[in-house]
């Protein structure tokens, strides 16, 4: 059987970094950044008093990387995809950040979203950073995938482990 | 009810329902970039373990070596937060009783009676995955973990 050897080298997209709950804030634009509030015009010599322009947006931290098109999601934010309209299948990724297989299954959903574009939502859900959510999503072995159709009548589908992307290609074609 | 996360929690045993502590605390390792690095010392141990429990198992590193790496800094992490080298390919209700059980304690029970490493650390030769080294060097960790 032909397997597929992914290489490493692509960025790991499993980063958690800054989430709009998170306590980890790396950024603090209000304290480092502040407009000027004196009236008179500071000379260039003083230093005490000189106010900072802000000169470019502080990143939001949002998503771990602008270039990703699978992007991490808070637990809120998924149940509220789950629930709204949609007419295109969802998948979650339910990974944490030192599992190996977790990093091959990620760079093989950034190809499927590539594929799919706008005929699927695949997103991804640190499980260490939303704890409870995957304990009452029953996350055990990781990655775990969940394939859910937009008609709310079937069942969702779980997967446990690295799969081929063939087969979830297979899921998305014949199973939503 | 206890809930223990180990990338945003820092305070080992306490249950973290108030608000997010500062960022500026240390855990074990460094923080870099928001993620928590496992101590070198323990990376280097559970790397000389894998090696020697590779050799012991005739098993075989993955052909991509950021995968062994990757789980053998989680390998570290836990051993650094919870003292056990707990399985970081899976989710738990409650880490440090699972660490105190064991089952899940590398080399898991799996691993030892099947050969079974869903981590994709030990790969049996028969294994899709699975090269032809049973070493990595802590630079080829190093190097392949650079960009997390």
């Known amino acids: ?13 499993s980063l958690p970094l800054n989430s709009s709950h998170s306590s980890l804030k790396t950024h603090q634009p209000n304290t480092l950044f502040f407009t000027s509030t004196i009236t008179n015009r500071p000379s260039i010599l003083s ?9 470019c947006k502080p990143p939001a931290g949002k998503y771990v990387s602008d270039d990703y098109l699978v992007k991490k999601l808070s637990a809120k934010e998924v149940q509220e995809l789950v629930k709204g309209d949609r007419n295109v299948p969802l998948i979650l990724d339910f990974y944490a950040t030192w599992c190996g297989p977790c990093i091959l299954m990620a760079q093989e959903l950034e190809m499927l979203a590539v594929e799919y574009e706008n005929n699927a939502i695949i997103v991804k859900v640190d499980t260490d950073d939303e704890y409870e959510f995957a304990r009452d999503m029953q996350v055990r072995g990781l990655p775990t995938l969940y394939f859910i159709s937009p008609d709310p009548n079937k069942d969702a589908i779980r997967t446990e482990g690295l799969i ?9 074609e014949n199973e939503m | 009810m206890r809930t223990l996360q180990a990338s945003t929690s820092y305070s080992i045993g306490i249950s973290s329902v108030g608000p997010p502590a500062p960022p500026t605390r240390h855990r074990h390792g460094i923080v870099a ?4 690095e496992p101590t070198e010392k323990s990376v280097e141990i559970m790397r000389k373990f894998s090696e020697q429990y590779a050799r012991k198992s005739s ?20 051993k650094d937060t919870l003292g056990a080298p707990l399985c970081p390919c899976r989710h738990y209700d409650d880490k440090a009783a699972e660490a105190q059980q064991g089952f899940w304690n590398c080399p898991c029970v799996p691993m030892r009676e ?21 070493t ?13």
């Open chain 1, 1 to 13: 059987m032909q397997t597929s050897v992914f290489s490493f080298n692509a960025p790991p997209p």
């Open chain 1, 47 to 55: 230093t005490q008093t000189l106010s900072r322009k802000l000169l």
């Open chain 1, 164 to 172: 081929p992307i063939q087969m979830m290609r297979d899921i998305l």
């Open chain 2, 33 to 36: 970039q928001g993620v928590v």
């Open chain 2, 59 to 78: 098993t075989y590193f993955c052909v991509d070596k950021g995968v062994t790496s990757v789980v053998i800094k989680g390998l570290a992490e836990h």
């Open chain 2, 114 to 134: 099947r050969k079974e490493c869903h981590c994709m650390l030990f790969l049996t030769p028969d294994n899709d995955f699975a090269g032809q080294e049973q």
């Open chain 2, 136 to 148: 990595i060097s802590m630079e080829e960790i190093k190097e392949t973990t650079a960009n997390m």
